[in-house]
Structures are given as structure tokens and as C-alpha cells.
């Protein structure tokens, strides 16, 4: 039945005379009144049945994921047992490797150290999309009671320390490499091929190296081909478990961490007019800094956060030390604020110390950019993602302001970067220990919902059917 069909059939009905009294008000007759709301009316319906018969056509991501669940929990708790610092994950690489060729994908190790890269090709022609998992764990302890509870342990920064996966990059992993085994299964009716990538370092690279999405990039990741889009996931405690959450445009802050010495003149503490006292120059500096953020950027263009994360200087009372060292972190999402902080961070501390009679040098070391979610891509997949936990459970999270080097890869290709909850019925997501946490604790039943999360937004990019 057309839309003009519709329209006459009911135009003559008590639908029409109940939409009178808004005709009138707005100036129309109730009949045009009539046509125009059952347009839209049939306009959504058949856009509605255009999207259920696109995902009906396609392999069912339900029943993909429901056959490799148990895998994928089985080898997320064998990496959890077993976590890797990073550039250190050597056991964990032959385990994504091993499975990789096993399913007869095209292979390569060794890139950025320990990174390895699967390629899968469709059965049709089509553009290449990549999904990338990150592998590294960090220097925590676990005290979470499982029965596969990390008691690994390994030297950060010289010293002995527990290793745990804290923010969830054994799950990454497992639903992966999950992924990965349905869309082998289904490869026919792929147009396109799939860059599995899993990257070592996303948590940084140990002091004098390099590692991540960037020297993976730099090692020529996309140099054969640049993907046509790019995916990843993340889990978090943050939202209860099986809720995805997407945000379109910037969604997570840069990250850059500076180091400030502040260079006094050292004497007794006793006679402190003999020296310059660089305690007090860096008081001065990290209370003038604050007024970086609230006082001389627009925030209301975009949140920015500049703190100090240790103060390291002296070691007696009564001993005026000769230097300072202050650490800290900055993080924006818009790229002119982040280079104007910097200027501003580097002024205020040397002015701050001038005044004092001390001196002060800043390093920046830059971290990783801005992830940026394309809003293209979110809009197209906001769909599926919907399709898979329902309208209730997908949400568009507020700014992070922790960052991720996924959004080195954006930079290079359309980019979504989506949240998986996996805090447990029963816990509160907002008192639910964090990512990084040595309490950090994943529901396993949330793992299903991004196997199938992910791998529906796979055969959509690739128009499976």
C-alpha cells in the first residue's frame, strides 16, 4: 500500500477529524495534516523493515558468538593468569598466532616487538576494515579472588612488581580472536577483507623505548593498504555489564605528562635568606599552574585538565635542597588548546621560579592524540550496536578523560572506538572498582555481547549476506 493510499483511506476517518484541532492551530487542513504525519509514518516503517531485512539477510552475529563463547572465556582466563607487561607480551603473542593460522589466515609477528596482524580475505570483492585488540597488562597486584587470579610478577622501572590485567586487555584479546573464528566461518559471504590487529604497549612503552599503535604504524602497518575503517572496543567497570556505549565525535582526551626542574641553591634550613629554596618555587609553580585551566583556556569549547602527579625534592628537615623535580599530566580534546597549554605550562613555571631567584625547565613528552570517532561511522553502526543490547542499553557516554592510542589509527582511516560494561548485576557501576584497579573485576557474561557486538558491525561494513 502506497503512502497516498494510506492517506485517502484515512483521510475521510475519525483519525483526520482527531487531528483537526491541530490543524487548525496550525494553519492546515486536517487532510494535508494527515498525509504528512502517515508520510513519516510509512517513511520510518519501511526504513525500519530496510534495516531489519539488511540484518536478516546476514549471517546470524547471535548465534556466531553464542559457539565460541566458551572459547573466548577459556582464553581470556588463561591470558589473565598469565599477563604480559608491555613490549613483554612474548607467551601471549603465540597464543593469538597460533590461533590465527589455525583458522588460515594470511599472518605477520614481530611488528612494534610483539604485535601480530591477521588477514582475512572475503569471498567477494570489497573495502578492508580493521578491528585491533591491545595485549599489554600493568605493574598491579591482583587482590581479586578467582580461581585464575594473577600471581605473575616482573621488573617496572627496577623494581619487582605484581602483573595483572587491570583494564581488561585479556578480554580484547579473547573476543578477538572470538571474532576472528566467526568470520572465517562466514568469509563467503564477506565483501571485503578483515586487518585483525592485536598491539602490544598500549599502556606505553618502558623508559628508552618505542611501542603501540604508533610504532606499528611506523613499522608500516597500513603502508601495503589503509583500511577503509577502522574498529575497536574497550571494557569498562563503569557501566553495567552487556551496556555498550559509542560517542560521535571526540571521545576520549590526549595525553601529554611533562616533567618541571626547578633549580634552586641549596643551604641549611636553618638560613634559608644564604640560598633559594626551590620547595617553595615549585609550591609557587604548581598553584599558578591551576589557573591554566581555570582562568586562561575556554572551557566551555572544551574540558581540559593539567595535574601533578609527584613532587620530588630534599630528603632531611633542616636541609634545603638544591632541586625540585615536579611530574605531571595534561589532557584536551581540541588539538590548538593542547599546544597553547603547553606554551602557557612552560611560561608560568619559569616566570613562577624567576621571581623566587630559582630557575625551571619544562619537557613535554607528548603522549597520544585525541580520539576522535567518526561521525559518519557512528551514525551508520549506532544501529547495529542497538540491534545487538537494545535501545536502553546503548548509550553515548560523556567525555573520557583518560586517553587511548587507538586514536592513532583514526588518524589514519574512519574510526569507532566503542565501551563494553562488565561490572556485575548487583554492583554499582559508579563505586564499581576501576580500570587499573587491583580490585578490577569482569562479568563474563558481557564478553558474549562484544563478540557479537563486533562481529555484527564487521558483516556491515562488508555487507555480508
Not at 485517502?8 to 483526520?16: D, E, G, N
Not at 556466531?64 to 591470558?79: H, P, S
Amino acid at each position: 500500500m502506497t503512502v497516498s493510499s494510506v492517506s485517502r483511506a484515512l483521510s475521510t476517518s475519525s483519525v483526520a477529524t482527531s487531528f483537526a484541532p491541530y490543524s487548525r492551530s496550525l494553519g492546515v487542513s486536517s487532510s494535508k495534516l494527515t498525509k504528512s504525519l502517515l508520510a513519516s509514518i510509512v517513511t520510518l516503517s519501511l526504513m525500519g523493515a530496510g534495516v531489519n531485512a539488511a540484518y536478516a539477510a546476514q549471517p546470524d552475529a547471535a548465534k556466531l558468538a553464542a559457539g565460541v563463547e566458551q572459547k573466548v572465556i577459556d582464553w581470556r582466563r588463561d591470558l589473565h593468569q598469565h599477563p604480559e607487561l608491555s613490549n613483554r607480551e612474548f607467551r601471549t603473542s603465540k597464543i593469538i598466532e597460533k590461533h590465527l593460522k589455525s583458522l588460515g589466515l594470511e599472518v605477520q609477528t614481530g611488528i612494534a616487538h610483539t604485535g601480530v596482524v591477521g588477514i582475512l580475505k572475503g569471498g567477494k570483492p570489497g573495502p578492508l576494515i580493521a578491528i585491533r585488540a591491545d595485549m599489554d597488562a600493568l605493574p598491579v597486584t591482583e587482590v581479586v579472588d578467582v580461581p585464575f587470579a594473577s600471581k605473575a610478577t616482573d621488573t617496572y622501572r627496577g623494581q619487582t612488581v605484581g602483573v595483572m590485567h587491570a583494564c581488561g586487555h585479556d578480554t580484547h584479546v579473547a573476543m578477538l580472536m572470538g571474532v576472528a573464528e566467526n568470520l572465517v566461518k562466514v568469509k563467503d559471504s564477506l565483501a571485503g577483507d578483515v586487518m585483525f590487529i592485536f598491539q602490544p604497549a598500549e599502556e606505553g612503552a618502558p623508559d628508552g623505548e618505542e611501542g603501540g599503535a604508533e610504532l606499528m604504524l611506523k613499522q608500516g602497518l597500513f603502508a601495503k593498504r589503509k583500511p577503509d575503517q577502522v574498529f575497536g572496543m574497550h571494557v569498562t567497570s563503569s557501566m553495567p555489564s552487556g551496556m555498550i556505549g559509542v560517542r560521535s565525535g571526540p571521545a576520549m582526551a590526549s595525553e601529554d605528562s611533562f616533567t618541571i626542574k626547578v633549580k634552586g641553591r641549596q643551604t641549611h634550613g636553618s638560613r634559608p635568606w644564604n640560598g633559594v629554596d626551590p620547595i617553595v618555587a615549585a609550591a609557587q609553580i604548581i598553584t599558578n599552574v591551576q589557573t591554566i585551566v581555570s582562568r586562561q583556556v575556554d572551557i566551555t569549547k572544551a574540558p581540559a585538565v593539567v595535574s601533578f602527579g609527584a613532587v620530588n625534592g630534599g630528603i632531611r628537615s633542616n636541609i634545603i635542597p638544591d632541586e625540585v623535580e615536579l611530574i605531571g599530566t595534561i589532557r584536551t580534546f581540541d588539538q590548538p588548546m593542547r599546544a597553547d597549554i603547553k606554551v602557557r605550562l612552560a611560561e608560568i613555571a619559569e616566570l613562577s621560579a624567576k621571581t623566587l631567584g630559582a630557575t625551571a625547565t619544562t619537557e613535554i613528552h607528548q603522549g597520544y592524540p585525541v580520539v576522535v570517532n567518526n561521525p559518519e561511522l557512528v551514525a551508520s553502526m549506532r544501529p547495529v550496536l542497538a540491534s545487538v543490547v537494545g535501545d536502553k542499553m546503548l548509550i553515548e557516554p560523556g567525555l573520557i578523560t583518560g586517553a587511548e592510542d587507538f586514536s592513532f589509527y583514526a588518524l589514519e582511516s574512519p574510526g569507532m572506538f566503542f565501551f563494553l560494561g562488565v561490572t556485575p548485576k548487583g554492583t554499582d557501576p559508579e563505586t564499581a572498582a576501576s580500570n587499573h584497579s587491583p580490585a578490577f573485576y569482569v562479568d563474563e557474561g558481557a564478553l558474549k555481547v562484544g563478540v557479537e557486538a563486533m562481529t555484527k558491525v564487521a558483516l556491515t561494513a562488508l555487507k555480508a549476506q
